[in-house]
């Protein structure tokens, strides 16, 4: 095991639950042994017994528990900045889509990549990712919309974990859209959920994810994938109610989901359920700013009844083509009126929480030792900048 350091002479914003929401500790110091965090406190408090152990002085920097992005697609294949052009350019949705663009695009060019075609184009998203402070990344499926891709697209997301200094968590994301030429309700029974139990008993799936939504799936269909989630003791988690209200949040509170995604168009009967649930509230700016939505997350009403709020940047290749999570802290702060300190909570503590993750996302004794270093004094300068990343240092399991 690596031998202990004490990382001294930073402010430390340690995001425990207590205190001003940013737990601050000046002139902090943080004992990290192995991979797991030791002790954490102020430097003249540090006792006696790590007082032998090499210091690593970072100086007047801020450090705070590494980011965790908690709602990704990076996994896809091809891109769609010619729909981008075509819209921009005065083409509709529906000419878009006439032409072969949407979600069905990328299937078409998901399906036609090799894993490790896959896995190439990948690699500089979730180096991206890296290069901002994240070691926690979510990476669904949902783009091959057959049991051969959807799998193909999970042991992209899993072999990422073993080339990167990184954390992969999977989710299964086939009730994602309807194929072309497929009926939603067959398409569930007969593709969704076998190729769900298949990439199961493969090991590749961490949590069930759906899109429920008119373009998408109803709640009778998401509650059959579920069910199935349910039987084989999988976490859930839900695209809900990102363009209407069809009732996906109460849905996903229902199954005690880990999280609900998008909420735009949420009510304060759905922050109740969710707030009953304990089911955090993933915010997703990306999509909101792209797609020019109007209805912002009611996010007074998850404040009023306590629901956790994280904040993900739904990198994908279509509604939110978002590849800084630190970007996404800002818009969630300038266009849904989050606070820095709920916006960086959104991105360590609450998104640790979307994940069913228990061992990070905060530093205190027994947490991975996954840590960020600033180049920053405020920690409201992490949300505040727009497309600056201020990164210094990220230390990933105990190793800088
Ligand atoms: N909601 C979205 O905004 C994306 N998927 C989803 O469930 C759209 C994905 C795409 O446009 O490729
Ligand atoms: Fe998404």
Known sequence: MAQAFVLTGSRIATLNEAGDGYGLIEDGAIVVEGDRIE??????????????????????????????????????????????????????????ARAGGGIVSTVAATRG?????????????????????????????????????????????????????????TSFLGAHAVPAGSEADAYIDEVCIPALRAAHAEGLVDAVDGFCEGIAFDTPQISRVFDVATELGLPVKLHAEQLSHLGGTALAARYGALSADHVEYATEADAEALAHSGTVA?????????????????????????????????????????????????????????????????????????????????????RRADLAIWDVSDPAELSYGIGINPLHTRVFGGDL
């Open 39 to 96: 002790w954490v406190g102020t430097s003249r408090d540090l006792p006696n017994v790590y007082t032998d152990c090499p210091l690593k002085d970072f100086g007047p920097r801020l450090v705070t528990p590494a980011l965790i992005d908690c709602h990704t697609h990076i996994v896809h294949g091809g891109n769609r900045a010619r729909e981008f052009e075509m819209r921009l350019n005065g083409a509709s949705y529906e000419e878009v």
């Open 282 to 366: 993933v915010l997703l700016p990306g999509a909101f700013y792209t797609i020019h939505e109007t209805q912002a997350p009611p996010v007074q009403a998850f404040r009023d009844a306590g629901v956790a709020m994280a904040v993900g940047t739904d990198w994908n290749p279509g509604s939110s083509p978002l590849g800084s999570l630190l970007l996404a802290m800002n818009m969630a702060c300038t266009l849904f009126r989050l606070t820095p300190s709920e916006a960086l909570a959104g991105t360590t503590r609450n998104a640790a929480r979307a994940l069913g993750l228990k061992d990070r996302g905060v530093i205190a004794p027994g």
């Open 113 to 169: 990549a090799s894993e490790d075609a896959l896995l190439k184009t990948a690699l500089p998203r979730i180096d991206a990712l890296i290069a901002q402070g994240v070691s926690t990344v979510e990476i669904k499926s949902g783009y091959g919309l057959d049991q051969d891709t959807e799998i193909k697209m999970l042991r992209v997301a899993r072999t990422l974990e073993s080339v990167r200094p990184i954390t992969v968590v």
